[in-house]
């Protein structure tokens, strides 16, 4: 029941998120080509977050899947990575709007560095609440994807002083890197 | 369960979209009928979208009540046609506010075609998981209405560079067809 | 099941518009009393239509109660009832921001009388699904209530050209009325 | 059923509330720090309302879990306390846009203060139906929280047109309180 709740409001705030986003593709004064082209580096940073917050509505699926009681810590460590995620229109239309200029991306890779640690922080909670022998557990193994991917987020975040496009292939790398979907967890589930 | 959570993110996104559509329509300065009736194009194209998103939102859960299991296909399927019905309320927006200009009609036209293609590839997704004699593969038969859409909208676009009230009449014909309720999966369902 | 889903997308929608709506109060320049008290017709246009939503999913939600098997018609009655609410959001703006002015106040009455006869729409087609024996049949009795409303929209509506108090005191006065639990499908409910 | 949909209702507006306060923080013109750094106030409050949020939903949480049975009393009960919460994104863009002044700091802790009488009176609703043994009854035991925290939001009402930074850190103080969860009624529910 109470798991229902969680994953009801998660669900809300991130469907939201990915819905409103379209309210900073300002649109266009004129019906020209001209018009519209300008909206590009808006639409592409668009299209990013759009694949970002699927993944996360994608893991956090699998994720809460295994859980079968929730803490007072697993409320809160949700909430901390939704908050997070909450500020992606934010940064999406800063830097979609500035047409990637340095400061916008590298805050566009600090909010997704947060986010990656604030789902660490949660998958740690429901571990703490479930223990090392359980379903996650198991299926984690040494979770390299979500070691790694706070380490690129830094480099690019670095890289985005440097060559902004560095920085945004290294987003889109750890991108395709998550799309990938989750078989550790599928695959220990379905053998239990 | 795993299906449950998919219909709901999917019913969450679909209900703010249809429904900050309406941000869109920005309020008029001033209260007489003058500063109003400058916003009917922009009304005409919010009913038009309403009616599609509406008609989405139906056949999605039409389709969804044949599925039985949930692929990692099936899901980012599902949110490929969720991104293309999530610019619905940007191209409402820029296509009402020029007043049915050329550009803004086709680029309508492109998101319906893209959304279409994206049910289809849904649909192709459902039935790989399912097979050939589940009750989504029955109830499809030929399909005519997802084959002929397709080609109306391409239609459809091209007549907008030339005479954009075909572009919208044929708009308006597709959502007409689709009004009609599926009867097909309606009927299968029963006879099983 | 179907059911559920409807009310899902119905809860979804309606969640929304109550919500949204205040992203019409736009924030005031200034943070003097000077800046704020000229907001007040927007917060009592804000305060009547949160009323109004509320009335409307608390007498939505008993009426889909008696619901057994959803048909197209329920659908898409729904949907026709959804489209008139998504526009509060708009009318209520418009109200506000022009401090009760003849037309903004007649097209909002405009908007409550069509929500109304949505209402009543969705009524007969539940009643058409589940006959004349049906516990919302009994429970609705002559709907004295149903049939008053729109009457006084239709006199506000009238009155907003004369004094717009009056039918700004003829919108509450309806409020009031529906504000008192509907006791009749509840009693019949009880004593099933 | 009726506390599922009245649940489901309640997690949408503050799962949509808790979104849209994003879209108060508005994208501001030009990429460099200096163009960022002025929005510190209103990220600020940005924070503090997504706690506030986070902490209504959480206990919410907790005391519909008591609920067994939802009366008119209840639902009312209920969206007027959501009401006073739909006005967050409102109070808190006007607090941050105007640094803190004293009197949209004041505003914001006369929402707060009727948020938490709204909150009292639903408890007290849910106490009427469900009785004095109930779950709820015993759980609350004296509520030293609920009724320090409005003595608290009336200090620091009238603090802020005297030092609107003790106003802020009242504020903050009874976010904290409330952020360590409500053992008692899980202590409860748990032994029975």
């Known amino acids: 029941m109470q798991k229902t ?8 705030v991130l469907a939201i998120i990915i819905t409103i986003m379209v309210l900073e593709l ?3 004064h004129g019906s020209t080509l001209d018009a519209l082209l300008p909206l590009l580096p808006n ?3 668009y299209v990013l977050s759009f694949i970002y917050i699927g993944i996360y509505w994608n893991n956090h699926h699998h994720m809460l899947h295994t859980v079968k009681q ?5 409320l809160w460590a949700n909430l901390h990575l939704l908050f997070w ?3 992606v229109p934010f940064v999406t239309g800063w830097m979609g709007e500035n ?10 890779g600090f909010m997704l560095l ?9 998958k740690e909670q429901i571990l703490i609440k479930h223990g090392k022998d359980s379903i996650l557990a198991k299926a984690m ?14 480099i690019a975040i670095a890289a985005s002083f440097v060559n902004t496009l560095i920085a945004g292939l290294l987003y889109a790398l750890v991108a395709m890197m998550w799309l990938i979907p989750d078989k550790r967890i599928e695959r220990v589930l379905e053998s239990d």
């Open 5 to 12: 709740r969680l994953e009801a409001f998660s669900d809300g």
């Open 99 to 108: 047409h990637f200029e340095s400061l916008p991306v590298a805050l566009y």
């Open 141 to 154: 193994g040494t979770d390299f994807k979500g070691k790694i991917s706070p380490i690129i987020y830094c």
């Open 70 to 74: 929730v803490s007072g810590g697993i």
């Open 26 to 28: 300002k649109i266009p």
């Open 85 to 87: 995620l909450s500020l």
């Open 114 to 122: 947060m986010a990656a640690i604030a789902y660490y922080i949660l």
């Open 43 to 45: 639409f592409i940073s």
